[in-house]
């Protein structure tokens, strides 16, 4: 079983930037790929990144590809999602999860085990 924690969300301006963290318990965390989603009211809950179990594989959506960056600390159980140059079009509620198993399917939310609850990103113009 694995337990994920979101923080770091909040308001900024666009162009401003912010870091999240997902702080996982559990010893096994070491053995998951974790992935970021984010979801908008109304909106179906999308893939941003995803890093492999040693962070030596990271996938981004295109829309996110050059501004966040997706890292990970196996000592701390904590995976990070810096976001910079954010956008108004950013702001959602963004969610960390994991999986065993890192695929070409990593966008599908289906693949992943465990969820954390969210945490709110508000980017205003």
């Known amino acids: 079983q694995v337990q994920l924690v979101e923080s770091g969300g909040g308001s900024v301006q666009a162009g401003g930037s912010l870091r999240l963290s997902c702080a996982a318990s559990g010893r096994t965390f070491g053995t998951y790929a974790m992935g970021w989603f984010r979801q908008s009211p109304g909106e179906e809950r999308e893939f941003v990144a995803v890093i492999s179990w040693n962070g030596a594989v990271t996938y981004y959506a295109s829309s996110v590809k050059g501004r966040f960056t997706i890292s990970r600390d196996n000592a701390i159980n904590t995976v990070y999602l810096q976001m910079n140059s954010l956008k108004p079009e950013d702001t959602a509620v963004y969610y960390c999860?994991?999986?065993?198993?890192?695929?070409?399917?990593?966008?599908?939310?289906?693949?992943?085990?465990?969820w954390g609850q969210g945490t709110q990103v508000t980017v205003s113009s």
């Open positions: 999860a994991a999986t065993k198993w890192l695929s070409s399917n990593h966008g599908s939310t289906g693949l992943y085990d465990y």
